[in-house]
């Protein structure tokens, strides 16, 4: 089982930044894959980005790519998302995704609000 904790949320400028953690307890850290959803106002939940157990691996929606950064520390159990020159159509709620490779184990967090003003 692992629990997970998003912050780093809140009301940012268009252009501005923001910088998203979740920190992981419960299990080995880095047996995850880790990753970034997020869902606005009535529309479904979508991708973001993802980052391999040791972090070799990255992937990107195509929305993101170029403005958002993944990484992980895997000795803090901490997966973060750097997220630049944000857009209106960030908005949404963000959510920490983890995802065993192989097990079916995977587990969700809470989600943190982010919202970008025009």
């Known amino acids: 089982q692992v629990q997970l904790v998003e912050s780093g949320g809140g009301l940012v400028q268009a252009g501005g930044s923001l910088r998203l953690s979740c920190a992981a307890s419960?299990?080995?850290?880095?047996?995850?894959?880790m990753g970034w959803f997020r869902q606005a106002p009535g529309k479904e939940r979508e991708f973001v980005a993802s980052?391999?157990?040791?972090?070799?691996?990255?992937s990107y929606a195509g929305s993101a790519k170029g403005r958002f950064t993944i990484s992980r520390d895997n000795a803090k159990n901490t997966v973060y998302l750097q997220m630049n020159s944000l857009k209106v159509e960030d908005t949404a709620v963000y959510y920490c995704?983890?995802?065993?490779?192989?097990?079916?184990?995977?587990?969700w967090g809470q989600g943190t609000q982010v919202t970008v003003s025009s």
């Open positions: 995704h983890a995802d065993r490779p192989g097990s079916g184990d995977n587990y």
């Open positions: 419960g299990d080995t850290f880095s047996s995850y894959g």
């Open positions: 980052i391999s157990k040791i972090g070799t691996s990255k």
